[in-house]
């Protein structure tokens, strides 16, 4: 059984940092592509960034620059650092795993944490 386990979201004021964890089991999860999403409320679920299995990352211009997407094979673990936050970075954050490549797609993606609230304060 597949399960994505996001944690360290919380409450920071604006410039400050956070960094999210995604702790993944069931699966090999070194064959997967890996994904940060996020959903402020009223809106879409926009992807933030991505790191396909040979390392190579991107991410939504909005967070470039300010977050940063690495994953730990041997620890079943993605993260993401994220810093110089901002109001507009306000959402929940989830993780997701996909087979195949699909860049920030979220409807490529095949499984899909709980997700975790991050809050920005001005």
């Known amino acids: 059984q597949v399960q994505l386990v996001e944690s360290g979201g919380g409450s920071v004021q604006a410039g400050g940092s956070l960094g999210l964890s995604c702790a993944a089991s069931g699966y090999t999860y070194s064959r997967y592509y890996m994904g940060w999403f996020r959903q402020a409320s009223g809106k879409e679920r926009e992807g933030v960034a991505v790191?396909?299995?040979?390392?190579?990352?991107t991410g939504a211009d909005s967070v470039k620059g300010r977050f940063t997407i690495s994953r730990d094979n041997a620890k079943n673990t993605l993260y993401l650092q994220m810093n110089s936050l901002k109001p507009e970075d306000t959402a929940m954050y989830y993780c997701?795993?996909?087979?195949?490549?699909?860049?920030?797609?979220?409807?490529?993606?095949?499984?899909w944490g709980q997700g975790t609230q991050v809050t920005v304060s001005s």
């Open positions: 997701a795993a996909a087979v195949g490549a699909c860049g920030l797609s979220k409807g490529k993606y095949n499984y």
């Open positions: 790191i396909y299995r040979s390392g190579y990352t």
